[in-house]
């Protein structure tokens, strides 16, 4: 994971010296968005690094692992197909939040299970699948508000730069999630990723452009 990260964010790179000299730095709702979006990411990756964790602790199974993150991956193919649609019916600044919103009450459902001792296989399980629904419907809802913001004359620096945000979150996440665990242990880090969360519902609030 880490390892994909890193080439992301340096694939993405190449984008920022386009955004630098384009009307996209001094959009403040995409400044806004960038920001949440990466709060986001953090807590994305870092929830995957938990995710894996908690299944093999349980099993002691590497392939069980492998299908948690197949049930992950099936939700974000089952949902994000109509998650466009969605995206076309509502404003987007309020589905980014609500969307949020959701993600925070999905951890704290996640913290308070590992917390309590009631992490059992089939429960892990159920919380991957909801939380690769949810998440399924952030990346085409960020990807059209984006556009919505900047236009598509300087869509492409926008996306660029936007990704670079998403992927630097992603590698902190990655990286701060093992490190947190390794001396706290998993519910802290869930009620640690909550507050990535938290971070970018504060992002999310104060965008102003209607979608």
Not at 15 to 29: E, G, K, T, Y
Not at 59 to 71: K, N, Q, Y
């Amino acid at each position: 994971m880490i390892r994909e990260s890193t080439r992301n964010l340096l694939k993405n790179l190449l984008f920022i010296r386009q955004a630098a000299n384009s009307p996209v730095l001094a959009n403040a709702d995409f400044i806004r968005l960038t920001f949440g979006c990466g709060f986001n990411g953090l807590g994305r990756i870092g929830e995957q690094v938990i995710i894996g964790l908690l299944v093999f602790k349980l099993t002691d199974s590497s392939e069980w692992v492998g299908i948690a993150m197949a049930l992950y991956f099936l939700s974000f193919a089952v949902f994000g197909t109509t998650a466009g649609i969605i995206a076309d019916w509502m404003d987007r600044r309020v589905l980014l939040f609500r969307i949020e919103v959701l993600i925070i009450v999905n951890l704290g459902a996640f913290a308070a299970v590992v917390s309590l001792g009631w992490a059992s296989l089939w429960m892990i399980l159920a919380l991957t699948l909801v939380s690769g629904a949810i998440r399924a419907m952030h990346h085409p809802v960020r990807s059209s508000y984006a556009y919505d913001l900047l236009g598509g004359q300087h869509v492409v620096a926008a996306l660029g730069l936007l990704n670079f945000g998403v992927r630097s979150g992603q590698l902190i996440g990655a990286l701060a999630t093992g490190a947190v665990i390794e001396q706290f242990g998993g519910a802290v880090a869930l009620l640690g990723l909550t507050g990535a969360h938290g971070l970018a519902l504060g992002w999310f609030f104060f965008l102003k452009t209607t979608g």
